[in-house]
């Protein structure tokens, strides 16, 4: 399967506790995206990658957010001391040329904090 | 903040009849994407249409935008049982930003 995919499907975990996701895009593809979506509502934009640079950013990725893509392939999004409130889906998708091709997401990570 | 509006939230037809949802969105944009989400899952992307054009078909979809009132349609035609989804409209915003701007969705149910 040449798709996106994101591990793992599911996390669960205490509040406070620290998690992260890793995300394979499609390997040609240059541009990373990460957005979380809630119950009932859209995905909201986190955070872009191209390649190995993280060039935008959202006001939703609190200080307790970090993502990383070395090397510009895989890339990783990190919670810290992670609050019931970061409960949520959070999908990963790639394009190959920007917003103006479709972007392929993956099935994403559903997390809960209990 | 979300710049679209999908309408209805919700609609529920039966299989064979064709289902319209609208989106609404705020901002100047360059193109406006339609994506599916079955429950639980991933995003799939459906169509791409540009500010410059006016309508789009690709196979059972017909897309239209209409940058004057910033809104959009998307039709099904001879909808399935298979069609059962949510749908987003997703706008990316003019100035360089690459991200997508997305809506809360029309969840659709087509009873078999």
């Known amino acids: 399967d040449t798709g996106v995919s994101q591990n793992p499907r599911h996390k669960i975990t205490k509040r406070g506790q620290n998690v992260t996701f890793r995300c394979d895009p499609i390997?040609?593809?240059?541009?990373l995206y990460w957005y979380r979506q809630t119950l009932g509502q859209g995905p909201e934009f986190l955070t872009y990658?191209?390649?190995?640079?993280?060039?935008?950013k959202s006001r939703l990725l609190s200080d307790r957010f970090s993502a990383e893509r070395p090397k510009g392939s895989f890339s990783t999004l990190e919670i810290q001391r992670t609050e019931q409130g970061d409960s949520a889906m959070y999908l990963c998708a790639s394009s190959h040329r920007g917003t103006g091709t479709e972007a392929f997401f993956g099935q994403g990570t559903r997390l809960t904090v209990v | 903040s979300q710049q679209g509006e999908e309408d209805p939230q919700a609609l529920s037809i039966q299989e064979g009849e064709n289902a319209t949802m609208n989106c609404s969105y705020k901002?100047?944009?360059?193109?406006l994407q339609w994506y599916r989400q079955n429950s639980g899952r991933g995003l799939v992307h459906l169509i791409l249409i540009r500010s410059n054009e006016r309508e789009k078909h690709s196979g059972r979809l017909r897309v239209t935008l209409d940058t004057s009132k910033k809104s959009s349609s998307l039709l099904i035609t001879a909808s399935r049982a298979a069609d059962t989804a949510s749908y987003f409209c997703?706008?990316?915003?003019?100035?360089?930003?690459?991200?997508?701007?997305f809506g809360k969705g029309t969840k659709l149910t087509v009873n078999p």
């Open positions: 990658f191209q390649n190995e640079a993280q060039l935008e």
């Open positions: 997703a706008t990316d915003t003019q100035g360089g930003s690459e991200k997508l701007v």
């Open positions: 901002t100047s944009i360059n193109n």
């Open positions: 390997s040609e593809h240059n541009r």
